[in-house]
């Protein structure tokens, strides 16, 4: 029965007004959307990973990183079904006894400026509330990511603190985190 809810839950696709989040699937064209944005310096750095190098590198990561876990999606205008971005909903590590997840997320820079991110956020968000009735869900960002920060700003978490190297990135330094939150029942008044 959970092996069927898990595949269930692998199976969801999100809406938006402009957007359409998808699973990833373990095939050579999600490798080559995820490739076409994720080689830029300007895109990965900034969340802590190394532009990939290849194809076959974003197909490695689709397949030990995407397929793992439950709710991971590709971004997709959804005029013509273009992956730009990727978005996550995952355990939340530092309130592990709590109902708690966080969100992740990456964009193609073509991309930035376009409230797309804003948009694929705030789905996330609601289907986090809803689906897995959580009681928090958090974002980390590095401050130096203003773009990431000014997200959730929009999306309406608040600042609870950084924490000061707490995560090791592709080149193996450390970098300080800002952490934010939302709660149930500050979304619950919004909606």
């Not at 959970?2 to 696709?13: F, G, I, P, W």
């Amino acid at each position: 029965m959970e092996e069927k809810n898990l595949a269930e839950k692998k199976s969801v696709t999100l809406y938006t007004e402009r957007l359409i989040l998808t699973p990833w699937t373990d095939s050579w064209e999600d490798a080559e959307g995820l490739f076409r944005y994720a080689k830029n310096p300007n895109v990965g750095p900034n969340a802590g990973w190394a532009p990939h190098k290849s194809v076959e590198e974003s197909l490695k990561i689709i397949r030990e990183l995407f397929l793992c876990e439950i709710d991971n999606w590709s971004i997709r205008h959804k005029d013509n079904n273009i992956i730009i971005g990727h978005i996550s909903l995952f355990q939340d590590t530092i309130r592990e006894k709590v109902n708690s997840m966080e969100i992740g997320y990456n964009l193609d820079e073509a991309e930035w400026g376009k409230g797309y991110m804003t948009e694929a956020v705030k789905a996330v968000i609601d289907y986090g509330f809803k689906t897995h009735e959580l009681d928090v869900i958090a974002i980390r960002t590095s401050p130096t990511n203003t773009r990431s920060a000014r997200v959730i700003e929009k999306c309406g978490f608040t600042y609870e603190g950084t924490l000061r190297k707490v995560y090791k990135i592709y080149d193996g330094s450390l970098r300080d985190s800002r952490i934010f939150s939302l709660l149930r029942e500050e979304w619950e008044s919004r909606t």
